[in-house]
């Protein structure tokens, strides 16, 4: 991958189009965002406060940033992944909460429909989408199914030739502002009740019959410039607006999930650096004891980690643009979409937890970046799919496979596996062991968060390989090993706590005082 660099001062905005070549587009994308959160706004008040004004968006969306999602089919720019994952860093280092309406926008819609979409309807949205600046997103969760998507109740039924859509989602990010949504329903066939099987569906919110009724708005708890809510879903649809899948509706939508959390590295890739560059020159200024904090070992020590987790994250986003491109199926690629998920927002909130630890009280404020950063990564650890979920299902899918190899002992099979066996030789003390087929699921869940790490350490050596700052790559090959170590402590210990009957309650300690 060639390095994006432009020359000059940014074009205006209303000066680059789908043919400015990528480092001028990026610049100026970047410009404007400098000017309308550090100039214009003081985006930590403004990050304090939900939406956004409408200047702030229409500033930000003034280049129509969107085009590079778009293939160069359909007017956009080219749909590059490279030069999306470089967007969306841009946009995360100023706000993780823009970055991930990027993501919204990018990998739950315009990904999807340029993949899956009927011509007529694919043509008509993502022309929209670069010409008129539209947004769109994607509404799976509903209140009583959240992980357990599968078992969705939303329905469909054929009226007339069109698609008559009934049920009730919620925590759909961009709730009331998006212009198109993807809605997922199952069939509903009369005496045989709703299928098993899943289908996606492009929804015009502008159109007649197509409008989708906001219940209630959520007071999120972080992530203020989104929002969420409930949502009623009561629409008739073309049956061109329905997404074809290549086989079945669930293999097309774990391709785009997996898909989606492959490109998480892109919106933590900012995140991470401003929050080096915030903890670095916070301890450069900050005097404690005749001296500034970067002279303690323990400042160092976090500074340390942050950087590795920058590192960690640098090493995903090339493979997120060598591995996420659409001309790939991502399906049967669980392992390795949950791994990189899972482990990039661990990263993202540890990373937001030391830099307050080392800023102290005042980043202990919504309107500092600090304090904004803890509520704001928080959630990428929760929604598609929570992590403790996504650490068993690693582990599950790790047993199967080495049950298909007829392999038992851990070394053995990460070696010859594509994605640890770099790692594995650097490891082999830690992992030679034999994995028990039945574990009990916290087992799996910290077994899960081993291997995630193990693949993310893979990743790092690949980059040391391709000719990276080696002092930077043995600095997060060595917090990865130190992290690595803890978990299989973890996984090895064999007591198991039980949780006691809570009807019993729970003893006072006054009822022990004295003698």
């Not at 929604?383 to 049950?403: C, P, R």
Request: hydrophobic residues 40%; neutral net charge; proline residues 4%.
């Amino acid at each position: 991958m060639q390095p994006f660099a432009a020359q000059g001062p940014p074009l205006k905005p209303e000066q680059v189009d789908s043919s400015t070549p990528f480092p001028v587009f990026l610049q100026s994308f970047k410009a404007s965002l400098e000017n309308v959160f550090r100039i214009r706004e003081d985006l930590d008040q403004l990050s304090a406060i939900r939406g956004l004004p409408p200047y702030v968006l229409r500033e930000v969306m003034a280049c129509s940033p969107f085009s590079t999602f778009v293939p160069s089919q359909f007017g956009g720019r080219s749909g590059s992944i490279e030069e999306g994952v470089a967007l969306v860093e841009a946009a995360s280092y100023e706000s993780l909460a823009l970055a991930l309406v990027f993501g919204i926008n990018w990998a739950l819609f315009i990904q999807p429909v340029a993949k899956y979409g009927q011509t007529e309807a694919r043509q008509a949205v993502l022309t929209d989408f670069v010409d008129n600046r539209k947004m769109g997103g994607l509404m799976i969760t509903e209140p009583g199914y959240g992980s357990d998507a599968l078992h969705m109740q939303t329905s469909w039924a054929e009226q007339d030739g069109r698609c008559h859509l009934q049920g009730t989602k919620h925590w759909a990010g961009l709730t009331g502002w998006a212009d198109y949504w993807l809605l997922t329903a199952r069939r509903l066939t009369p005496g045989k009740g709703l299928a098993r099987d899943i289908d996606f569906f492009i929804c015009d919110a502008n159109a007649p019959g197509q409008r989708v009724v906001v219940e209630e708005t959520f007071k999120n708890l972080g992530l203020y410039m989104i929002p969420y809510g409930r949502n009623l879903i009561d629409v008739t649809l073309p049956a061109s607006c329905r997404l074809l899948p290549h086989s079945t509706g669930i293999k097309m939508m774990l391709d785009l999930l997996h898909r989606s959390r492959m490109h998480f590295p892109a919106m933590a890739m900012g995140f991470l650096t401003r929050i080096l560059d915030e903890a670095t020159s916070h301890c450069r200024d900050r005097l404690v004891g005749g001296r500034n904090l970067l002279g303690y070992d323990q400042v160092q020590a976090r500074l340390a980690r942050i950087q590795s987790a920058v590192t960690i994250c640098s090493a995903m986003c090339i493979n997120t643009c060598e591995r996420a491109g659409l001309e790939h199926d991502l399906a049967a690629r669980g392992l390795e979409a949950n791994a990189i998920k899972t482990c990039i927002t661990d990263l993202m909130q540890d990373a937001a937890q030391s830099l307050l630890q080392l800023v102290g009280a005042k980043g202990y404020r919504l309107d500092h970046i600090a304090g904004r950063a803890i509520v704001d990564s928080r959630p990428f650890q929760i929604f598609e799919g929570s992590n403790d979920i996504l650490y068993v299902q690693i582990s599950e899918t790790l047993l199967k496979q080495m049950k298909v190899a007829r392999e038992r002992n851990l070394f053995r099979y990460l070696s010859g596996f594509e994605l640890t066996r770099r790692a594995s030789d650097r490891l082999r003390k830690l992992l030679d062991f034999t994995l028990d087929e039945t574990l009990a699921q916290r087992k799996l869940t910290e077994l899960g968060e081993a291997v995630s790490r193990i693949v993310a350490m893979d990743l790092v050596i690949k980059l040391g390989e391709r000719g990276f700052d080696r002092q930077l790559v043995d600095g997060s090959l060595a917090n990865l090993e130190q992290e690595i170590t803890m978990q299989l402590a973890h996984y090895a210990f064999e007591f198991r706590s039980e949780l006691v009957e809570p009807e019993r309650g729970h003893p006072s300690w006054r009822d022990f005082c004295g003698e």
